[in-house]
């Protein structure tokens, strides 16, 4: 066997073992490197009331209500199921925050069940549609939460 | 070539794997062979000074075009407005970042495996311009993640991996520079351009892993949530990024392989003076 072939053989083997280690890793830190959890996440394993964590899901249509102060808002976050976790939240909201639409609501959770958010981030989904062409059929953008709220099924 | 002795040293379990390598050979000769023919320095040299100016204006030419046609063309996003048109940059530089690691990685290993010169100078000549798209890639993502995020910047999945990317470019830069100019080892640097492939995947999957706040892919096989009007402008503006990355690894490898060579002539020429000086 000549030399090469060893060097292409050690190449391989490590490559291939190389992969896997990452792989595994990647995989041991599937729930851990979430960015935010879920509704049905966090209700079936509520964090602990006051702790500091990231809800995401689609804020559900028709469930935005400005409160008698006008700064506070309060809506629904949907998730994959039908579980749903409420979120009040009083500043300013990003552009892109509309019902229907993803969103990252940093805050924790309070007692009463309701979601105290101190930042909201708009998440954007994966379709591009010109302004022109919105609402035409084939042009409806996602379909679903489960297109635009990745990793769970 | 000579065929692997099943002389059981690749022996695991009950199966030889000697048997698999050499079932393997007839693919690894060929490749040899077509390789080879432009592994030599002289053959490359001739190829590339054609093929650099070609690829550089070419590249320069579609990347202005898409460029133009997506600002002044392109109508806006439906809820992003003006910003989509960050798109015709960020997602090909985000594309030569990976691709231009993928790239360097193929050239470690081929460097380790048959020890050719001209593998290791793709890689350096791979890397500057790899750390700078990943970083207009991180750049534009900022910019256009403060107003449709509301958002500098994030720890997610997406934005994480592809800073890390920067990180490696950096390092593989420090680590090749330092040996090339201290005289270690090229396998050094080579071992480290492998061993970060392992970032590549990881930052394509990371939004189909994990909860992102960056979106999921747009463009999978087959399948695209890019309007058709926003989709040509982007495709030909990765197209002639591409080109145009061509162009500049073909540069910096003529530029790198001329300082081999001025710096072999200075020394033959020190050893010449020196041996003229003991002979007086």
Redesign the interface.
Known sequence: ??A??Q?????II??VA??A??LIA?WA??SQ??????PEQMSAEPPAVGQAVRL?GMVQVGSIETQADGVSVKFIVTGNEQSTIPVRYSGIL???F?EG?GV?AEGSLGSDGVFEAT????????????????GLEG?K?SDGYS??????K | MRLLRSNGAFRIGSYDFALLLNSLMPVIQVGETNVHIYANPKRFLSLAKWLMPLLFWSGLLLTAGAIAWGIFVVPEDRLMGETVRILFIHVPAAWLGMGGWTGLAISSGTLLIWKHPLSGIAARAIAVPGMVFCAICLATGSIWGRPTWGTWWEWDGRLTSMLVLLFLYGGYIALAQATAREGGSYKIAAIFGLVGAINVPIINRSVVWWNSLHQPPSLTAGKSAIDPVFLWPLLTSVLGFSLLFGGIVLMRMRALIAEAQVEARLRRRALDDDTAMENT
């Open positions: 066997m000549k090469k072939h060097r292409m053989m050690l190449v490590a490559l190389i992969v280690a990452g990647a830190l599937r490197a979430n960015y935010f959890y879920l995401g990003p552009d892109l509309v639409s990252v930042n909201l981030l708009a998440k954007h989904d994966e379709n591009y549609v010109p302004r022109e062409l919105e042009h953008g297109e635009t709220v990745a990793g769970l």
